[in-house]
């Protein structure tokens, strides 16, 4: 099965910050991940596939990267709504795997 | 809109038996491979299952092969997920969820529609 591995695993923001998530894949995926924002007590939400691709309604200010093995979920400018726990998932080959998730917290 | 539902979870002994089904509207059904992920108490999400539209193909994570069984209902639009010989370790919230293409292609797909869940404990 691919590894999917996300960095940092926690990190504290403020609203307004750029901030940059980290994945990686165990072996090449060309584009083949999705992200998802998944709140406490809440099911995932689908943001980007193909990378890079936003998902319709998501706002503009997620954007998506990279191909192959390395990828990157960026907030332009935090909002308080987008504290969450973050996820990458690679659909490349069966099984498809989700990386450990990234919380990202108020400062 | 589009919408999943789920139900059947609840406390279950060790080596019980639990069916898990999750109701489907707003999308033609039947058109779309379908799957569970689950997440247990704190941890990250597990891709459990997967099923195709016309239910001639079905894919399981090796901790649940030969103990779950995925299954749909084309005509009432729901699908299942039948648990067997559960152990402590398969407590997790269930969700299903919905591929965001339609056809065969779900090899190379991601799920964009979700289910609440359904709290599944297996515990003695």
């Known amino acids: 099965a691919i590894r999917m591995t996300q960095s940092p695993s926690s990190f504290s923001a403020s609203p307004g910050d750029r901030v940059t998530i980290t994945c990686r894949a165990s072996?090449?995926?060309?584009?083949?991940v999705a992200w998802y924002q998944q709140k406490p007590g809440k099911a995932p939400k689908f943001l980007i596939y193909?990378?890079?691709t936003l998902q319709s309604g998501v706002p503009s200010r997620f954007s998506g990267s990279g191909s192959g093995t390395d990828f990157t979920l960026t907030i332009s400018r935090l909002q308080s709504e987008d504290f969450a726990t973050y996820y990458c998932?690679?659909?490349?080959?069966?099984?498809?795997?989700f990386g450990p998730g990234t919380k990202v917290e108020i400062k | 809109e589009v919408q999943l539902l789920e139900s059947g979870g609840g406390l279950v002994q060790p080596e019980g038996s639990l069916r898990l089904s999750c109701a489907a509207s707003?999308?033609?059904?039947?058109?779309?491979?379908m799957g569970w992920v689950r997440q247990a108490p704190g941890k990250g999400l597990d891709w459990v299952s997967t099923?195709?539209?016309?239910?001639?193909?079905?894919y399981y994570a090796d901790f649940v092969m030969g103990r779950f069984t995925i299954s749909r209902d084309n005509i009432k639009n729901t699908l299942h997920l039948e648990m067997s010989s559960l152990r402590a370790e398969d407590t997790a919230i269930y969700y299903c969820?919905?591929?965001?293409?339609?056809?065969?292609?779900?090899?190379?797909?991601?799920?964009?529609?979700w289910g609440l869940g359904t709290m599944v404990s297996v515990s003695s």
């Open positions: 969820a919905k591929f965001v293409y339609a056809g065969d292609n779900f090899g190379h797909d991601a799920f964009d529609i």
């Open positions: 707003g999308f033609v059904f039947s058109t779309f491979a």
């Open positions: 099923i195709s539209g016309t239910a001639d193909t079905t």
């Open positions: 072996q090449g995926i060309t584009n083949y």
């Open positions: 193909g990378a890079a």
């Open positions: 998932q690679q659909y490349y080959s069966y099984p498809p795997t």
